[in-house]
């Protein structure tokens, strides 16, 4: 994950953080919870501790993101094939890519034969 797009979820966590706490006075459980978000007597030390609160969940929620994204990213089934990447950069066309399977599947002594390393009778 980039950092642009690691600042863009740390942007967008923030945000969600601030719509749910100002829907709060909505929800039934409201005056169980909103001692938690007003710790100080005065407004602006509130606010000032809300915002490092959401910002630290904001960034912890990122990183927890990414790591379980670079995990995903490392299962086999997720891997994008080599062949695919090829053709999608512009490095080989979708012909080139099927010759090249159907030479992989020879065997090795074929395929040696076939590019004139060893011959015919050095292979049996």
Not at 25 to 39: H, N, S, T, V, Y
Request: aromatic share 12%; glycine share 4%; net charge negative.
């Amino acid at each position: 994950m980039d950092q642009k797009v690691k600042w863009q979820l740390v942007i967008a966590i923030f945000a969600l953080c601030w719509m749910l706490y100002l829907m709060l006075p909505g929800f039934a459980a409201q005056r169980d919870i909103a001692p938690l978000f007003e710790p100080f007597s005065s407004e602006p030390a509130n606010l000032v501790f809300l915002m490092i609160i959401f910002l630290a969940f904001s960034i912890g929620l990122t990183d927890l993101s990414e790591l379980v994204y670079q995990q995903v990213r490392r299962l086999k089934w997720f891997r994008p094939r080599l062949g695919e990447i090829l053709i999608a950069s512009g490095y080989i066309s979708r012909e080139e890519l099927e010759d090249a399977l159907e030479e992989q599947k020879l065997r090795l002594g074929d395929v040696l034969v076939q590019h004139k390393r060893i011959t015919e009778t050095e292979l049996e």
